[in-house]
């Protein structure tokens, strides 16, 4: 029997409240981490954990045992990161999730370059409209984008700033005028960026405070890129990422409106469970996305 094996799946199922949490997390049948569990109370006769159909918990002396697992194997990792980071090259399997704006900043290009930098690793990418747990969904890493002040249990590495700007196709000033104030476009149609249909409204900051616009339109959607061939179809006006807009802004397909209003930032992020020492796959790929895109004027 593989000491090490149950001593994980026993951590997995403490740190996750229980088996079917912990499969997901350590990528293992429900059945094998429930064997392992079981295989390590019946070795050393003693109870560990307190089972009801609705939740698991340590017994006082699982919560001793835990404890005591977790630090071997935190040392056991570190051993083993020790010889990883100083005698190889990453290799294996990195799994990562990403929303699905993110295409307009050409993410797969950026896994493309990882895969040719470190042959040895291969990658799957999941592009998701909702928020994701790596940790019960078994992602060794997720790029986001969210706000500076949105808090995670995860450890959060900021790559960059997004500034966002609202827009309009030229044919569609033309044709309803230019909202001189945030208050204007509540008289304007309205193109929104929704996610599982929960709009976003605009905020902007104005010299009287904060004016709030209530994101209502018949026209929405989650594909930023669909958003944009409305926008430039003259439907509507939108609040968009200005990195996807460069080329519209230089070729007149698009114009900026209400410059003299500031939207809030967001920030692209990667995100990660959080863990004494850091596997060298996800920290060289995070060292890839950050030297890629720190420096570019979002």
């Known amino acids: 029997m593989d000491r090490f094996a149950e001593l994980r799946a026993f951590v997995a199922v403490v740190e996750n409240s229980g088996f079917t949490a912990a499969a997901r997390a ?32 340590t017994t006082s002396t699982g919560q001793v045992y835990y ?3 977790r630090q071997v194997l ?26 699905l704006p993110f295409q307009g900043i050409n993410f ?6 990882f ?11 999941d ?16 790029v986001r984008i969210a706000r500076p002040d949105e808090e995670t249990n995860l450890v959060d590495h900021r790559i960059a700033t997004l500034k966002y700007v609202t827009c309009a196709a030229p044919m569609y000033v033309r044709k309803y005028g230019m909202p001189q104030t945030p208050a204007d476009l509540r008289n304007h149609k309205l193109i929104v960026y929704a996610n599982r249909n929960r709009m976003r409204n605009w905020v ?47 070729y007149k397909r698009l114009v900026k409106l209400l410059e003299d209003y500031e939207l809030p930032k967001l920030c692209l992020q990667v995100i990660y469970p959080p863990t004494r ?17 720190s420096a570019v004027h979002f």
Do not use: C
């Not at 040719?116 to 990418?125: A, L, R």
């Not at 020492?277 to 895109?293: G, I, N, P, Q, W």
């Open 26 to 57: 350590s990528r293992l049948p429900r059945s094998t981490v429930s064997r392992l569990v079981m295989g390590l109370e019946e070795r050393l006769n003693t109870q560990l954990l307190q089972r009801s159909t609705r939740s698991v918990a």
């Open 67 to 69: 404890e005591r697992a």
């Open 74 to 99: 935190d040392d056991l990792d570190e051993i083993d990161l020790a010889v990883t980071t100083t005698s190889s090259t990453p290799s294996g399997h990195l799994r990562i999730s990403a929303p």
């Open 108 to 113: 797969a290009q950026t896994v493309a370059n």
């Open 115 to 125: 895969v040719k930098v470190y042959p040895d690793m291969t990658v799957s990418m």
């Open 127 to 142: 592009l998701e409209t909702r928020l994701v747990d790596p940790v019960s969904e078994g992602y060794d890493l997720i």
């Open 204 to 250: 902007y900051q104005t010299a009287n405070g904060r004016v709030e616009i209530k994101a209502e339109s018949a026209m929405k959607t989650n594909n930023m890129e669909a958003l944009m061939v409305w926008v430039e179809n003259g439907l509507g006006i939108s609040v968009l990422p200005e990195y996807a807009l460069r080329e519209a802004f230089k």
């Open 277 to 293: 020492h850091l596997s060298s796959k996800v920290r060289l790929f995070t060292d890839m996305v950050a030297e890629e895109y």
